[in-house]
């Protein structure tokens, strides 16, 4: 099932996580959107540089440190997505009280594990 899915802190390095977890979401057949603060591609998808107006969204993945992700918060609660993981180092419990009180499911896990157990 296709889950679309928002990578928040993508990068166009090979050897980050974030380019890693584009990359396999895709492979995987899901619809990706790699937002990041640098121009680039990843593959042939473009890494958004702005906090761009998406509807039904899955999943939203985190891959930016707990004191940058405050400016993202009004951004992902109101688009309401099923759910946020919280990949190692991200983890952000003032974050994760307030979208599960908007009734957004939180895991902190790391997505590549998860879309390769099967578990995404």
Known sequence: MNKRTIVIGASNN????????????????????????KKGTIGQIEILNDKVDLTDIDTVTMYINPTLQQEWYFY?????PKRIIFNPGTENSE???????H??????????????????
Do not use: W
């Not at 992902?76 to 309401?80: D, K, T």
């Not at 974050?95 to 009180?101: P, Q, S």
């Open 76 to 80: 992902i609660l109101n688009m309401q």
């Open 95 to 101: 974050f994760r009280k307030l979208a599960e009180a």
């Open 14 to 37: 090979p050897d980050r996580y974030s380019f890693k977890a584009v990359s396999l979401l895709h492979q995987y057949g899901h619809e990706v959107f790699p937002l990041g603060i």
């Open 103 to 120: 009734g957004i499911q939180c895991e902190e896990a790391c997505t590549l594990v998860l879309l390769n157990t099967n578990q995404y």
